[in-house]
């Protein structure tokens, strides 16, 4: 199995910026894509990010597109989702997410759901004031 630990949230006014990690343990060898999800109070989980294990292929959000930078460091087997210009509509929690099949695009994860995705961390809460 793999665990993945979230880090790096908490309270930020609008326009600031945030740099959350996920630490991902349990397995010695991941090699498949990554991503970030996050969830508003009474709304859905939602797609944010993406990156394939060699860092060749990322795959943003519209809402996000141009403001959030997804990387990884897999020699320290961390994900980072560096997040610009925030607004209050970036306030959830955010949430690291690996898939449990096979090597996919990163562009995939898009399309991935809070049901069929492999492992899921249990989030770190980004607040962006007004």
């Known amino acids: 199995q793999v665990q993945l630990v979230e880090s790096g949230g908490g309270l930020v006014q609008a326009g600031g910026s945030l740099r959350l990690s996920c630490a991902a343990s349990g397995r010695t060898f991941y090699t498949n894509t990554m991503g970030w999800f996050r969830q508003a109070p009474g709304k859905e989980r939602e797609f944010v990010a993406a990156i394939s294990w060699s860092a060749d292929s990322t795959y ?10 997804i990387s990884r460091d897999n020699a320290k087997n961390t994900v980072y989702l560096q997040m610009n210009s925030l607004t209050p509509e970036d306030t959830a929690v955010y949430y690291c997410a690996a898939p449990g099949g096979p090597h996919m695009p ?3 994860m898009g399309a991935m759901t809070r049901g069929n995705m492999g492992y899921w961390g249990k989030g770190t809460l980004v607040t962006v004031s007004s």
Do not use: P
């Open 60 to 69: 943003y959000a519209d809402s996000v597109k141009g403001r959030f930078t």
């Open 106 to 108: 990163a562009q995939a």
